[in-house]
């Protein structure tokens, strides 16, 4: 019985109304391994932000903010500065502002010309101090 590997059990749900006391038909049994168990359990630590359009180009402009040396936690030890792959990244927004163009909400229009405007200031004025 020690030799024995225990496994867990997967119900697929979505076909049976969630009901616990049915088994789905798909109903299979897995052998549990560090690959399997986290995406079976998802971590449940901070609520997931629903993605969003503007929070995509958000997220974007921290990447590239923190690549241009930006720290957002002040007791961060700092970073390293790299302008080239900044610079990827807000082409990369230029590149989706264009081709979006005529197809977003107002308020996702501004932050992405509000984000483009911020990162490029910050960018032409760290290439000048190069």
Not at 18 to 25: I, K, R
Not at 31 to 49: E, I, N
């Amino acid at each position: 019985m020690a030799d024995q590997e225990q496994g867990f059990v997967v119900r697929d749900r979505r076909g049976s109304g969630g009901s616990d006391d049915a088994p789905a038909s798909s109903s299979t049994t897995k052998q549990a391994t560090p690959a399997s168990a986290s995406q079976a359990a998802p971590s449940h630590d901070a609520p997931a932000m629903p993605v969003t359009f503007s929070s995509f180009v958000i997220s974007l402009g921290s990447s590239s903010l923190m690549l241009m040396g930006e720290q957002l936690d002040p007791h961060q030890a700092p970073l390293s500065v790299n302008l080239p792959q900044a610079k990827e990244i807000i082409d990369l927004l230029s590149v989706l502002e264009d081709k979006t163009k005529g197809n977003l909400t107002p308020e996702e229009q501004t932050v992405l010309r509000d984000m483009l405007y911020a990162l490029r200031m910050k960018y032409v004025t760290l290439a000048s101090l190069k």
